[in-house]
């Protein structure tokens, strides 16, 4: 499958810190796109990242990818509460009409 | 703009039951998507349609049937409804192909089947 995997499964951090979380996958890619789910909520598109391309920033988010790991990592910086949330990975391979998510992060911002 | 809408927001089925879900976008967008979420696994697409009239199976299709006879609605039917189909399932639109480009997404529906 070329479904994403993201690493780690659950963070927990104070308001203010940074939070990482990382992004891996096994084929080639034409982009990657990063999503926000809040709990009992739809997804929310944060930023998608081209393979050509190997940074993007969108406020707090910066997101990095390498595509001879094949990974990608997502930065929030100075998290605050309402970052409480799950956040995806999905892949678009090449030739395919599919985007294929990964099975989330869930970060937790402590007030 | 109420964006991407869906109908209803929760349903128990019995097994063997048929439903219809709705979706309902008021973006103009001509790419709409099908997924259900199951719990420890990410999202995967079951159809998706990439204008008014036509249709296309994702990677969970089978079980399902959608129709797209407005652009603005897509519509995701179970036949015969079976336990393993309890889960969550979202719609979503995209005005270029959302493999490339940003997909919407509505809030959910949390669908059981006992």
């Known amino acids: 499958s070329q479904q994403g995997e993201e690493d780690p499964q659950a963070l927990s951090i104070q308001e203010g810190e940074n939070a990482t979380m990382n992004c891996s996958y096994k084929?080639?890619?034409?982009?990657l796109q990063w999503y926000r789910q809040n709990s009992g909520r739809g997804l929310v598109h944060l930023i998608l990242?081209?393979?050509?391309?190997r940074e993007k920033h969108s406020g707090r988010l910066r997101v990095t990818l390498d595509t001879s790991k094949k990974s990608s990592s997502l930065l929030i910086t100075a998290s605050r509460a309402a970052d409480t949330a799950s956040y995806f990975c999905?892949?678009?391979?090449?030739?395919?009409?599919?985007?294929?998510f990964g099975t989330g992060t869930r970060l937790t911002v402590i007030p | 703009n109420a964006g991407v809408t869906q109908t209803p927001k929760f349903r128990v089925l019995k097994t063997g039951q048929s439903m219809t879900l709705l979706c309902a976008q008021d973006?103009?967008?001509?790419?709409m998507y099908w997924y259900r979420q199951d719990p420890g696994m990410g999202l995967r697409l079951i159809h998706y349609?990439?204008?008014?009239?036509?249709?296309a199976k994702g990677e969970v299709p089978d079980g399902y049937n959608v129709s797209r006879l407005k652009k603005q609605n897509f519509l995701l039917g179970l036949e015969s409804a079976a336990p393993s189909q309890t889960s969550v399932y979202f719609c979503?639109?995209?005005?270029?192909?959302?493999?490339?480009?940003?997909?919407?997404f509505g809030p959910g529906t949390r669908l059981t089947v006992t």
């Open positions: 979503a639109s995209s005005y270029r192909r959302g493999w490339d480009y940003e997909q919407y």
């Open positions: 973006m103009n967008h001509e790419y």
């Open positions: 990242i081209r393979s050509n391309e």
């Open positions: 999905a892949t678009a391979k090449t030739g395919a009409n599919n985007l294929f």
């Open positions: 084929t080639s890619i034409n982009n």
């Open positions: 349609s990439v204008g008014e009239g036509t249709t």
